[in-house]
């Protein structure tokens, strides 16, 4: 698990659009509210996303950029994103770089099979690159509202 307080771990992905981000290029400019999932164009990830780009124009005045993450390619995140109208950057994880540094890829049980998979979670990094909070299997309706306030709260 990661300790709150310490800087978040560093991540190079590709996002939807094929181009690269770094967590490095937010530091110093912007909070990152960085959110893992574990399938584009589910329900629950559906909602969340949808929630998120919803309130994109309040977590810009609190300099805040959100940052989507699961294993879908960058093809079927710019699917994702076109089909709902998505705000938000969704980046690809296909070798789970990220999602074990953040502690996300987990062994899940569903009908009675094991297997590895991402954990609902999200955190918020302060512009310094400090990791502020760590919430792990997060419910998707109204987590978005719940974490805009966490970031109101930053100062």
Known sequence: MLQIGNAAPNFTLPD?????V?????????????????KDDT?????EAIEFSDLEDDLCKHDTVVLGVSRDDCMSHADFR???GLAVRLLSDTETEACKKYG?????EKEG????????STFVIDKKGTLRHALYGV?????AHEVLQLIKQLG
């Open 113 to 120: 099979v094991k297997k590895m998979g991402i954990v609902r």
């Open 104 to 108: 996300v890829w987990q062994e899940k």
């Open 16 to 20: 939807a659009d094929m181009a690269i």
């Open 22 to 38: 770094k967590l490095a290029d937010f530091k110093g400019k912007q909070n990152v509210v960085l959110y893992f999932y574990p």
């Open 139 to 143: 419910t998707p309706k109204g987590h």
């Open 43 to 47: 329900p629950g990830c559906t909602l």
């Open 82 to 84: 076109d089909k709902h």
